[in-house]
């Protein structure tokens, strides 16, 4: 006797729909599972069958033969579990068969019967609703996770034998709907930007690093407070939208780092350490899991010391940082993945950490120093577009009053995010740092002495073609802080103090441009 079920395997973050056959022979008893299984799918065998035996109903003792298709797709995971069982009671005419072609079913089976959640379960919601099925049976620690999908009923379920009622109609379904989605009120809960003295231009390059959500690099000796700046970022950016959400809970949720409890509220902050790998960073593996990188999707990715980080990992951030995505070909596997994050790096200006400062002299060699400035490529360098000098604070700023408190400037950067909003309304450009070419052409309007400020900086060659791009974007998000609707010489100016070469572009004198030789 055949029977069918459904299930989904997870392909990067998409799930695609499979279709669980199992015929039912005289013969031998054997279970044999076919259509390119993965180790975890093979073994679910044993899990299957006692499972089978435990919830109190008979295993087939003949030859058994699931196929999973199509059959040259990849099976991976435990998520199978549940639709090869329940398509074990169909063949054997334990439960009815009709609504086996309706639901789908997405869950990992204990050798008792009991339904454990599985990675992924987002991604399998989301597909189970386009492909048109009428509802999804998950594990009840996943029903509410599952449930955020709107317009698919989710009957979260905790054994087989609640499983085996919903399908001979016994039990009530009871689907399980999400509820809706509430971003949290405040800044969200952790270290405030109150806790900081002085440090006044490196608070400013935050807020305006919020705002448009561009990169930042914090450079300056040890002990000055480059990390605990960074760590206060989270404080002030804006919180998710109901689609961000979504995205982070389903990146989160196929990395195995969360088994349920509704959505991500808060934005993520990745702080790897520097001895990661450049899978580690970015991913892959034989699964193509993902990275740190794609972990802090619509969040902060946080290197701490920098030039300690391999030159490998490194220059594997270049792609993700362009183009906002990594696509990863591990076998015949390849998984795309989404890495609009913010880059917040932070690193000594020099081995010892104490190259152009006032109170210690700087004891490392040229060779170490040219070491040290190799570590952060000119292309990668390029793509960072704030850089901020930070400064031990005097004895006065220690002693004096906070500068902002993080809910103050979250205020203000909600503000400036809303008015890139209202902007952008209509294309693929969230904020100011992701403005491609075309879009610079419309949304920044400059006056004439703003103009002249950015050809200048080009002309002198203190800004390639990417950095000229690139200043205008920060531009544009200092004129939304200030509430400004055109960009003003000010803003340019603002911009180019921020930029990496931000004392040469503002500073009058000769070309910088390398001369050629006679």
Known sequence: ?????????????????????????SGLPAFHIVGLPGTAVREARERVRAAVLNSKFAFPRQRVTANLAPAHLEKTGPGF??????????????????????????????????????????????AAEQAGFRGLVVARANAVEAGQVGGLPVAGLTNLGEVA?????????????????LAPAGPPGGPDLADVRGQARAIGALRIAAA???HLLLSGPPGVGKTMLARRLPSI???????????????????GERDGGGLVVERPFRAPHHT??????????????????????????????????????????????????????????????PTRFMLVAAMNPCPCGHLGGDEVHCRCSELELARHRRKLSGPLADRIELVVRVLRPTTAELSGPPQASSAAIREEVVEARARQTARLRGTRATCNAELDTPLLGRVCELDERAESALRRAYERGALSVRGQARALRVARTVADVAG?????????????????????ALRPGENLRRREPA
């Open 81 to 126: 579990d549940l639709a090869l069982a329940c398509a074990v009671l169909g063949a054997s005419g334990q439960v009815e068969t009709s609504r086996l072609e309706r639901i789908a079913l997405f869950a990992e089976l204990s050798l008792g019967g009991e339904l454990r959640p599985c990675r992924g379960v987002l991604a399998a919601a989301q």
């Open 1 to 25: 006797m055949l029977a069918r079920a459904h299930s989904f395997a997870i392909e990067g973050l998409e799930a695609r729909r499979v279709c669980v056959e199992l015929d039912i022979r």
């Open 165 to 181: 009622e919903l399908l001979d109609g016994r039990r009530a379904p009871r689907p399980r709907r999400g509820s809706g989605f």
């Open 212 to 214: 448009g959500g561009h």
């Open 237 to 255: 950016l804006p919180p998710l939208r109901r689609s961000e959400a979504l995205e982070v809970t389903k990146i989160h949720n196929v990395a």
């Open 276 to 337: 990661i790998s450049a899978v580690g960073l970015v991913g892959g593996g034989p699964l193509a899991q993902p990275g740190e990188a794609v972990l802090a999707h619509h969040g902060v990715l946080f290197l701490d010391e920098l030039s300690e980080f391999s030159k490998a990992a490194l220059e594997a951030l270049r792609q993700p940082l362009e183009g906002g995505e990594i696509v990863i070909v591990r076998r015949a596997r390849t998984a795309v993945y």
């Open 484 to 504: 400004s609707r055109r960009v003003l010489a000010d803003h340019v100016e603002a911009a180019l103090a921020l930029h990496p070469e931000g004392e040469l």
